[in-house]
């Protein structure tokens, strides 16, 4: 999504905090966001606050289904050692 | 050969001594099927174990009766336990039961229900345990054999929903005697891995026997004390084995569960999109309110015309200030000005004034006002008024104007 020059530092830092949560708060805040713009009696302020939120927490989302690379592993234990090995899907 | 005959008691007791003297007959298991069942008033139960070929007398006395974990019934398949003696009254031999246990397939649903009852009433089923899965574990843990179709099952429909889905496969056994300790063990080394967030077990379908691995008191308490969530997938749909009831959440088979467990990827990527566009849709009707608002505001007459407002106030505030202080004059001051004002209009009127601009009265020695040259003679005295001061003159010659009126 291009985002222009529309508030790019403000996005940035908004970006930066989304980054750090998992895909599934990202989606639950990312809803909470949406339904707290469905109710609430916003200010200009808090409502543009609310969207850069939003914005980054769907990018972090969608980046995370995007970086998930498939891996399918095989756990083993021989004589008390336990190892993982990659195995070749079928 | 001398006739020396027994009585009949003698001779059943004497039987009755070698039964009870022989050493398999003191304590043996017998298995067979139940018939003409009856559980006396007494709490003593009496029955018939027989099989095709013979039967077998039985009576279970009370305290032992009382001690059997489930009720026996005409029909079923049982093990006893016990010691044959002879009863003397009826010269029949009979077997004392302690001990009896279901046998065959009926023993396994018994125990099963026993197991489940058990463990129900120790609240391992609650369902305030029942832990919620994860929306997308970062790595799900497979529980199964390495060969036949649980595990195709659990990879292919896994991979199908989510392509970058990582998965670890912990190979066990599921069937047979060695079975619960193998997927235990199992269950505790993938509890164990790093980012576990939730772990799949089970097997593809089966007999009853087939799955009874999955009916196993400690499976069920590790099951319970695994510190993320478990989903059985006993390939099953009917039945429910115990871990199912302790799991989770219970799947009907392998490839439900991976439904369960593995997030589609284009539903994740769906839900995202509709809330980024329903918040981009409830942003602009937020921006659209507040610039109606201002737009309300804006035209209001204040904010039109505001120079105009400023100006009226103004004229009204010097008015205001203009009575204020007129009000504040004293009364006093104001009737002098007043008085003044009306000297001023008597001094207009007054003769004297004349004279500032240069007239002259003129009067006889009696002080008359002369208004014509004939009213003096020559050589006569007369006085002239002038505004500063008064100048006595002589007449020295008087003249009249032609034509003039005669009064």
Known sequence: MKQGTFFDDEQNEADAKANKVSFEEALQRLEQVVRQLENGELSLEQALALFQEGVALARTATRQ??????RIEKLLEENGQVTVTEVEPK | MDRNPLSVHELTLYIKRLVERDELLSGVWVKGELSNFKAHTSGHMYFTLKDEQSQLKCVMFRSNAAKLAFRPESGMQVLLFGSVSVYERDGAYQMYAVDMEPAGKGALALQYEQLKNRLEAEGLFDQRLKRPLPLM??????????????????????????????????PALVQGAEAPASLIRALKL????????????????????????????????????CPVPVVSAVGHETDFTIADFVADLRAPTPSAAAELVVPSRSELVSRITQ??????TLTHRVIEQKRLRLKALAQRPVLLRPQGRLLQDRQRLDELVRRLQYSRTP????????????????????????LSRGYAITRDAEGRVIREAAA????????????????????????????????
Do not use: Y
């Open chain 2, 137 to 170: 574990p970062r790595r799900v843990g497979l529980i199964t054999a390495m060969t036949g179709a649980a595990i195709r099952d659990l990879i292919s429909v896994s991979t199908r929903r989510f392509p970058g889905i990582r998965l670890l496969v912990a």
């Open chain 2, 376 to 407: 003096v003679t020559v050589g006569e005295q007369v006085k002239v008024m002038l505004h500063q001061g008064e100048l006595t003159c002589v007449v020295e010659a008087t003249s009249q104007p032609e034509g003039g009126e005669q009064k």
């Open chain 1, 65 to 70: 289904l995007d970086d998930a690379e498939g």
């Open chain 2, 190 to 225: 993938v509890a164990a891995q790093p980012a576990i967030d939730v772990i799949i077990i089970g097997r593809g379908g089966g007999s009853l026997e087939d799955l009874w691995a999955f009916n196993n008191e400690e499976l069920a308490r590790a099951i319970r004390a």
């Open chain 2, 331 to 354: 009364l006093l001051k104001r009737n002098r000005q007043r008085l003044e004002g009306l000297a001023g209009r008597l001094d207009a009127l007054s003769p004297l004034a004349v």
């Open chain 2, 275 to 280: 809330f980024q566009s329903r918040m981009i």
